[in-house]
């Protein structure tokens, strides 16, 4: 069956979670490779509507394994949370396996997310405040607490003791700041360990197993290409590796394995948190589909930024995402327009350019435009390529032709069938 990967292309929020939940309806491993609950993937299907954080979008197949793997970062809480929230809605018990490898997100992870950006103020990076660089920042330090490190409580208290003797000369210096009270973390710890036991394990060997059986396995990133800490628009990145390169490292797969990888990308811009985004829209417009496409963040509640469609920027994902293939999402949203633009091309200090820059660059880069022909038609009942109005389909293919990747998908509508299938 194959390892294909499920990865966004552009500024995150494409519509990764409503994608995982389609092809994981056959899958036998569903895996969250990187990140933490600043993820928000949304997914509608018979079970209602759900904005998941940490869990992976094969909760809903009774059927699947779903990994948290040893890329991810987890806080426990929120997780306990989730779970219980989710099995509200299922009627089965939700198959779940935490990587103990994977590293864990303590409440003070969250404080110096806040500390920091109040500290930088109007210099901020948009940090969803969970707690998720300095919890990067601790794995590559090496002062970091894996999920394993919960079950043993001596083992725990020294982890922790020798990270927060540092710290806590921050917090108090720095930021002057309450200290952290090592104890009380190393309780916190325990006790959401303790809740959590029965899902910690080696996801190594299940993982070599499934790849000697033929299992069908999705590996499902929690951001964009363009937020990611390698290739993104650095500083204004997340603090791992959403494309698909890092699936394999993030989970122990092989990266010959990885056959297959799938680009998400929305039929427009949006982007939540600070950096340059260069086809933003100020106007009308940004307003009417903002308010269209329910344009607003599924963790923070943040309203997203609009723009146009970005090829520069969306070949450029397609590219460092190693796409073999495309679903664009949120067509729908465009009905009802008399126009649409496109950005060919960025013009940088007179100079006309197709190949993504650095963000210096993109900071000044200003956008080059098509412009295509709308569309009146309601398109969320459309199930095939063909019977969309003829504007949508010049639209797709136009937008097919520039990223040079196969669109494969076309996505009409949240919910898990609203999908067109190209051959
Ligand atoms: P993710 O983080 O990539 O999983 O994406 P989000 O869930 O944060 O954001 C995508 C939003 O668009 C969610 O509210 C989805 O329910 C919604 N969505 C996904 N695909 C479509 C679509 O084709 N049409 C419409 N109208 N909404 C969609
Ligand atoms: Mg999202």
Same mark, same amino acid.
């Given at each position: 069956m194959g390892?294909? @990967?499920?990865?966004?292309?552009?500024?995150?929020?494409?519509g990764k979670?409503? /994608?995982v !939940?389609? =092809?994981?309806? +056959?899958?036998d491993?569903?895996?969250r490779?990187?990140?933490?609950?600043?993820a928000g993937?949304?997914?509608?299907?018979?079970?209602g509507?759900?904005?998941?954080?940490h869990?992976p979008?094969?909760v809903f197949?009774?059927?699947?394994?779903n990994?948290?793997?040893?890329g991810?970062?987890?806080n426990?809480?929120?997780?306990?949370y989730?779970?219980?929230?989710?099995?509200k809605?299922i009627d089965?018990n939700?198959?779940?396996?935490i990587?103990?490898?994977?590293?864990?997100?303590f409440?003070?992870?969250?404080?110096?997310?806040?500390?920091?950006?109040?500290?930088?103020?109007d210099?901020?990076?948009g940090?969803?405040?969970?707690?998720? @660089?300095p919890?990067?920042s601790?794995?590559?330090?090496?002062v970091g607490?894996? /999920?394993? !490190?919960? =079950?043993?409580? +001596?083992?725990?208290?020294?982890?922790?003791?020798s990270?927060?003797?540092?710290?806590?000369?921050?917090?108090?210096?720095?930021?002057?700041?309450?200290?952290?009270?090592?104890?009380?973390?190393?309780?916190w710890?325990?006790s959401y360990?303790?809740?959590?036991?029965?899902y910690i394990?080696?996801?190594i060997?299940?993982?070599?197993?499934?790849?000697?059986?033929?299992k069908?396995?999705l590996?499902?990133g929690?951001?964009?290409?363009?937020?990611?800490?390698?290739?993104g628009?650095?500083?204004y990145?997340t603090?791992?590796?959403?494309i698909?390169g890092?699936?394999?490292?993030g989970?122990?797969?092989?990266?010959?394995e990885?056959?297959?990888v799938?680009g998400?990308?929305?039929?427009?811009s949006?982007c939540?948190?600070?950096?340059?985004f260069?086809?933003e829209?100020?106007?009308?417009?940004?307003?009417?589909i903002?308010e269209k496409?329910?344009?607003?963040g599924?963790?923070?509640?943040?309203p997203?930024?609009?723009g146009w469609?970005?090829?520069?920027?969306?070949k450029?994902?397609c590219?460092?995402?190693?796409?073999?293939e495309?679903?664009?999402?949120?067509?729908?949203?465009l009905s009802g327009?008399?126009?649409?633009?496109?950005?060919?091309?960025?013009?940088?200090?007179?100079?006309k350019?197709?190949?993504?820059?650095?963000t210096?660059?993109?900071e000044i880069?200003k956008?080059?435009?098509?412009?295509?022909?709308?569309?009146?038609?309601?398109?969320?009942s459309?199930?095939k390529f063909?019977?969309?109005?003829e504007n949508?389909?010049k639209?797709?293919?136009?937008?097919?032709?520039?990223?040079e990747?196969k669109?494969?998908y076309?996505?009409?509508?949240?919910?898990?069938?609203?999908?067109i299938?190209r051959?």
């Amino acid at each position: 069956m194959g390892v294909s @990967a499920i990865c966004g292309i552009n500024w995150g929020d494409e519509g990764k979670g409503r /994608m995982v !939940d389609y =092809l994981a309806t +056959d899958a036998d491993f569903v895996i969250r490779f990187q990140g933490g609950n600043n993820a928000g993937h949304t997914v509608i299907n018979n079970y209602g509507k759900h904005a998941l954080h940490h869990l992976p979008s094969g909760v809903f197949n009774k059927n699947a394994l779903n990994i948290i793997s040893n890329g991810s970062v987890v806080n426990p809480e929120a997780l306990v949370y989730e779970i219980e929230d989710i099995k509200k809605s299922i009627d089965f018990n939700i198959k779940l396996l935490i990587s103990e490898r994977s590293h864990v997100i303590f409440p003070f992870h969250l404080l110096l997310d806040c500390y920091e950006e109040e500290r930088l103020s109007d210099k901020k990076f948009g940090s969803t405040k969970r707690g998720i @660089a300095p919890v990067y920042s601790d794995k590559y330090m090496k002062v970091g607490v894996l /999920m394993s !490190d919960l =079950l043993n409580k +001596d083992y725990l208290y020294k982890r922790l003791k020798s990270n927060l003797d540092f710290k806590n000369q921050i917090i108090t210096k720095i930021y002057h700041k309450p200290q952290i009270k090592v104890d009380e973390m190393v309780d916190w710890g325990y006790s959401y360990g303790q809740k959590l036991k029965d899902y910690i394990g080696n996801s190594i060997p299940i993982l070599k197993d499934a790849l000697k059986n033929d299992k069908k396995i999705l590996l499902e990133g929690q951001l964009g290409a363009l937020r990611d800490i390698e290739f993104g628009i650095y500083p204004y990145t997340t603090s791992s590796s959403p494309i698909a390169g890092y699936a394999s490292s993030g989970t122990s797969i092989p990266p010959f394995e990885i056959k297959n990888v799938l680009g998400v990308m929305k039929a427009y811009s949006t982007c939540v948190g600070e950096g340059p985004f260069v086809t933003e829209l100020f106007d009308d417009t940004a307003d009417k589909i903002r308010e269209k496409g329910k344009e607003y963040g599924a963790s923070t509640g943040r309203p997203r930024r609009i723009g146009w469609f970005d090829a520069v920027a969306s070949k450029y994902g397609c590219l460092v995402s190693s796409a073999t293939e495309v679903a664009i999402t949120l067509l729908d949203v465009l009905s009802g327009f008399k126009e649409l633009k496109i950005c060919t091309e960025y013009k940088i200090q007179g100079n006309k350019i197709k190949d993504f820059p650095t963000t210096q660059y993109l900071e000044i880069a200003k956008p080059e435009y098509i412009i295509m022909k709308g569309w009146e038609e309601d398109v969320t009942s459309i199930k095939k390529f063909k019977n969309l109005p003829e504007n949508a389909q010049k639209y797709v293919l136009q937008i097919e032709k520039l990223i040079e990747t196969k669109i494969k998908y076309i996505s009409v509508g949240p919910e898990r069938d609203q999908l067109i299938i190209r051959d």
